[in-house]
């Protein structure tokens, strides 16, 4: 069964906020966190680990070295422009530019190139009925208008693996970097620092994020098939059977709670339990 992945790209901002704690909210989201406290993990959290591993590391091997090292000379051209060492900032800016050109006569199709990847995870371990009653909360609260206690509930409903890519978007930062240099050239270093500051800051992030209850449900299926393949099971092998079938769907369940995708896009899950 094939996962559903949801991408997003931002651009990367400096951004200074207030973190604003409510009390009610910050209870109802716990509340679903612990809805189950102490409940046991599936039986196959190691298999979800691993999977999950694999997918990090093909998204790293994309990683272009070149790329990596244009970003690391052009935070040495921003402190050599800071203290307006001229000749060192023009070597460093030179520098980024031969290695962009490097990676655009080698991958001329190449939009952005991958320079870093990152991986967030977020787990909730919650009944399916904890987590409908939180988005209810949410949804009522939306409803009256209190969207910053809303959006604590919601925050805390998450339950997934995303791989965050870092690129660099290589005509515009190519570009970009030129003009700098004319800066530099022409002594102008308060706008060339600026140029640069704003240059770094369209960095491109790309989000996958892959929902571990789908994860999960896809590993438990795994070990329910090669369950069933046995013949003369005995009694103890088909509770174990009826146990990860059983998890399997509640699962699924909690990915359509928490908004991964919905019955018609999990049928085939449902027609394999």
Known sequence: MKRRKVSYQALICLVTGLALLFSGPAMATQ???????????????????????KQVSKKREAIIKEAVEALAETKKALDAIEKKKKQEALDALALVTGKLEIVLAREPDLANAPIDVRV??????????????????????????EVQQARM????????????????????YAHG????????????????????????????????????????????????????????????QNK?????????????????????????EYKGFYRQI
């Open 177 to 236: 970097i030129k003009a700098v240099a004319k800066l530099v050239g022409d002594e102008h270093y308060q706008e060339a620092s600026d140029a640069l500051y704003e240059l770094l800051s369209t960095l491109v992030v790309t989000r996958n994020i892959i929902p571990l209850p789908i994860l999960r449900a896809e590993e438990l299926l795994k070990k329910a098939d090669k369950l069933a393949e046995t013949e003369g099971r005995t009694d103890k």
């Open 153 to 172: 509930i919601l925050s805390g409903l998450a339950s997934e693996i995303d791989i965050v890519v870092t690129s660099l978007p290589l005509a515009s």
């Open 31 to 53: 509340q679903a966190k612990d809805a189950t406290a102490g409940k046991a993990k599936t039986p196959v959290e190691k298999e979800v680990k691993s999977s999950g591993n």
């Open 120 to 145: 967030e995870q977020y787990d909730l371990y919650a009944t399916v009925d904890a987590i409908k009653k939180a988005v209810k909360q949410a949804r009522d609260l939306l409803g009256d208008g």
């Open 240 to 264: 174990e059977l009826a146990s990860l079938l059983d998890g399997a769907r509640d699962q699924i369940r909690m990915a359509e709670a928490l908004g991964y995708g919905d019955k018609k």
